[in-house]
């Protein structure tokens, strides 16, 4: 049986890269969820038709990580036939052997609900604005207006909100380094078996 460790969080909280951390640490196959919708959003055209027919070219854009796309990301993620055109995909890549780790919104509570390891990543808003901005090389106010209204949007949607699983473990990187926060996420992983 593969083990599968669901993380979920807000814009920039810093679940990818814990998630990259784990999956090597593990030996496990990773999967950055937001990559999906940011590929939708990116595409043009027909949201449904685009996450439908989504390549792995698609996937390797270099603007995917843009501000921009991520405010498309996250309209068309908002749309249920965009997701529910994506969730095979993300279930079949979870099954991966030995074990694999998605991040994203809604893995522990819709992809993977029977995740080995759930865990839920936040930081202070503040924090992820600043850390956001210097990664994209962007202005830190307008950042932070970016991501609180990308969240917003996240946290009110019809279908797969963003919200923590009931079994999750809530991880509060704001005052962590990055070091500290990846040793903890691999002790609860121990700890959860794998
Ligand atoms: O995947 P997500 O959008 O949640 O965040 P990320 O891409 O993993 O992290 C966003 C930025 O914050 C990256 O530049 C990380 O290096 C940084 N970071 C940090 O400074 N401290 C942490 N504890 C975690 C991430
Ligand atoms: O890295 P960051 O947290 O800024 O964003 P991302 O994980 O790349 O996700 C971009 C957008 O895709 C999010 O704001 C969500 O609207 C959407 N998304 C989602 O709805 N469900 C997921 N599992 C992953 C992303």
């Known amino acids: 049986m593969p083990f599968t460790i669901a993380i979920d969080g807000p814009a920039a ?3 990818g890269t814990i998630a990259r951390a784990l999956a090597h ?5 990773h999967l950055d969820t937001g990559l999906l919708y940011r590929a939708v ?3 043009g055209g027909d949201p449904v038709a685009a996450a439908r027919s989504l390549t792995p070219d698609d996937l390797a854009r270099d603007d995917l990580r843009s501000a921009r796309a991520g405010q498309a990301a996250s ?3 908002a749309i249920p036939e965009v997701r529910a055109a994506l969730v095979e995909f993300q279930r079949r890549f979870a099954r991966s052997e030995p074990g694999a780790v998605l991040d994203g919104r809604d893995i522990g509570t819709v992809i993977c ?4 390891l759930k865990l839920y990543v936040t930081a202070n808003d503040e924090i992820r604005a ?3 901005a210097k990664e994209l090389g962007a202005d830190e106010a307008q950042m932070l207006r970016e ?3 990308r969240d917003a949007r996240d946290v009110a949607r019809a279908v797969a909100p963003m919200r923590p699983a009931p079994d999750a473990v809530l991880l509060d990187t704001s005052e962590m380094s990055i070091d500290d926060a990846v040793t903890r996420a691999i002790t609860c992983a121990k700890e959860a078996g794998a």
């Open 75 to 77: 309209r068309v993620a």
């Open 130 to 132: 600043r850390r956001r």
């Open 13 to 15: 909280s810093g679940k």
């Open 41 to 43: 959003g990116a595409k």
């Open 25 to 29: 640490h593990f030996g496990f196959a």
């Open 113 to 116: 609900p029977d995740a080995e």
């Open 147 to 149: 991501l609180r209204e």
